[in-house]
C-alpha cells in the first residue's frame, strides 16, 4: 500500500483526522506565502531591453503637433516655468524639450542628462519595490507593519495601509516632528525610532479613511531594507533602475558624493536657492532624483511586465478610498481617475521644495506625459491634461475624453 492510499485509510476512519489533516493543509498553504527567505533574487534576464526611440514627426501633421506643443511651452514659459519635457507615445518619443536652467549661477542649462529631484513622485517607485516583494512571497501586505519592523507601536496598521495612504499616521513634513538639532540629515530610522518613542496620536482609526501622508512611504523604504537585507537606495538600482538603463536616477543621501553627477538646483519662484532641510534625508516619500528619459523607460517597463506582473499591476492601480466623492481615487502607489466610461487615467505629481513633477500615465492607449521643474510653479500640474489634449487634435488614437473634473494636484 503506498502513502497516498494509507492516508486515504485512516481519513475515512476517523473525522478526527479529517479535521487535523485540514488544519496540516491549510497551515502548509499559510506558510507557502513566506517560504520566500534570504536576500531577494532579482533575475535581470526576466527584463525586456526598452528601447527609446523618436517617432517620425517629419509629415505636415506632426510638424503641426510640434508646433501646437512648442506654442503652448513658450507661454508656459513666459508664466515662470523652468524645467524638462517628454511626451510620448507606444514607446517612441513624440516630443522632448528642455526649458530653461539646471542651475542658473553657473549659467547650466537643462539637458537630457541632467536629474531632476522627483518629489512625490517617487512614491510609485517604492510601493512597485513593496509589491515585487509581496508578488515573490517575500512579505504579505495584508499582515501589520510591525511584523517587519519590530518598534512600530501601532499594532492595527497594516503594510497595505501604508501603501494605500489609510494608515491614519500623521505627516512628518506638516507636523513638525520630530524636532531636529543641528543640521545633521533625519533618516528613516529616526522617524521610525521617534514613532516607537513618542508614538504620536493617530489622525483616526486605521483604515477608515484616506489621508495622504509621507510618513507611510518613509515606512515602507524601511519595510524594503528589513525584508530585502539591503539599502533602500541599492535595492532600487538593482530592481529598477539598472535592468531598465535608467543610469541617470538615483537615491538621493545627502551624506554621498555628488561630483560626478549633474543635478539641477531646486529654486523658488524668485530664483532664490531652495536649500536642503534636515528632511532630506529621508527617502521612499521622495529623494529620487531621474531625467523625463529615464522616466519614459520606466514608464514602458509596465506594459512589458518587467517587473510586475498583470495580476500586480492590476492591483495597484485599483482604488481603496471609495468614500471619496467623484473620479478620484488611490490604489497602492498611483493616484487615479476613474471614469464613468472604464477609462482611467494613472499618475503621480510631486512636490519638494521647488521641485515639481508631473508623471501622467494614459494607459488605455499608450500616452505618457513627464514634466520635471525645478523653479516652484503651480501651474504645471495643468500640464498633463492640457498636453493630452493638444495630442487628442492631431491623433486619433488619443481616446480619452474628460471635462473639468481632470485637475492638477501634487
Known amino acids: 500500500m503506498n502513502i497516498d492510499q494509507s492516508v486515504m485509510k485512516i481519513l475515512k476512519a476517523s473525522p478526527y483526522y479529517i479535521l487535523v489533516f485540514s488544519a496540516f493543509f491549510l497551515a502548509c498553504q499559510a506558510g507557502a506565502t513566506h517560504e520566500a527567505s534570504g536576500k531577494p533574487l532579482i533575475n535581470k534576464e526576466n527584463y ?82 513593496v509589491l515585487w516583494l509581496y508578488q515573490n512571497k517575500y512579505l504579505d501586505i495584508e499582515l501589520p507593519v510591525n511584523t517587519y519592523l519590530k518598534n512600530f507601536p501601532y499594532t492595527n496598521i497594516t503594510v497595505k495601509m501604508l501603501l494605500d495612504q489609510r494608515s491614519g499616521l500623521p505627516d512628518y513634513t506638516k507636523t513638525g516632528v520630530p524636532k531636529w538639532a543641528g543640521k545633521a540629515p533625519m533618516y528613516n530610522n529616526d522617524l521610525q525610532q521617534y514613532l516607537a518613542t513618542y ?28 525584508v530585502s537585507g539591503m539599502p533602500y537606495k541599492q535595492f532600487m538600482k538593482e530592481l529598477i533602475f539598472d535592468p531598465l538603463g535608467m543610469t541617470h536616477t538615483f537615491v538621493y543621501d545627502p551624506k554621498d558624493d555628488y561630483s560626478n553627477r549633474q543635478m539641477t538646483t531646486s529654486y523658488k519662484f524668485n530664483w532664490l ?29 509596465f506594459y512589458n511586465h518587467d517587473i510586475l506582473s498583470d495580476k500586480m499591476q492590476k492591483l495597484s492601480i485599483t482604488g481603496y478610498s471609495n468614500e471619496m466623492r ?5 490604489g497602492l502607489g498611483w493616484r487615479m481617475y476613474d471614469f464613468p466610461n472604464g477609462q482611467k487615467i494613472v499618475y503621480h505629481n510631486g512636490w519638494w521644495h521647488g521641485n515639481n513633477t508631473v508623471f501622467y500615465r494614459f494607459i488605455q492607449d499608450n500616452t505618457t506625459v513627464i514634466v ?39
Not at 76 to 84: A, K, L
Not at 383 to 406: A, H, M, N, P, W
Open 273 to 301: 536657492i531652495h536649500d536642503n532641510t534636515h528632511e532630506d534625508g529621508v527617502y521612499g516619500d521622495k529623494g529620487i532624483y531621474s531625467t523625463v528619459e529615464d522616466m519614459y523607460r520606466w514608464d514602458q517597463s
Open 48 to 129: 525586456k531591453k526598452i528601447n527609446i526611440t523618436y517617432a517620425d514627426t517629419s509629415s505636415p501633421q506632426a510638424r503641426q503637433l510640434i508646433g501646437s506643443l512648442d506654442s503652448y511651452y513658450n507661454v508656459q514659459v513666459n508664466r515662470g516655468f523652468n524645467g524638462s519635457v517628454l511626451i510620448g507615445k507606444k514607446g517612441k518619443i513624440l516630443y522632448q524639450r528642455h526649458f530653461g536652467v539646471a542651475n542658473k549661477a553657473a549659467q547650466m542649462p537643462l539637458s537630457a542628462n541632467i536629474s531632476t529631484q522627483l518629489a512625490s513622485t517617487s512614491k510609485p517607485f517604492t510601493a512597485t519595490a
Open 199 to 226: 508614538k504620536p496620536k493617530l489622525m483616526f482609526t486605521p483604515d477608515s479613511r484616506f489621508n495622504y501622508s509621507n510618513t507611510n512611504y518613509a515606512l515602507l523604504a524601511r519595510i524594503v531594507e528589513e
Open 372 to 410: 520635471l521643474g525645478n523653479r516652484y510653479n503651480a501651474k504645471i500640474y495643468e500640464q498633463g491634461k492640457e498636453v493630452y489634449q493638444i495630442l487628442k487634435r492631431f491623433s486619433k488614437d488619443c481616446i480619452y475624453t474628460f471635462g473639468q473634473d481632470v485637475a492638477g494636484d501634487e
Open 326 to 330: 467623484g473620479m478620484k481615487n488611490y
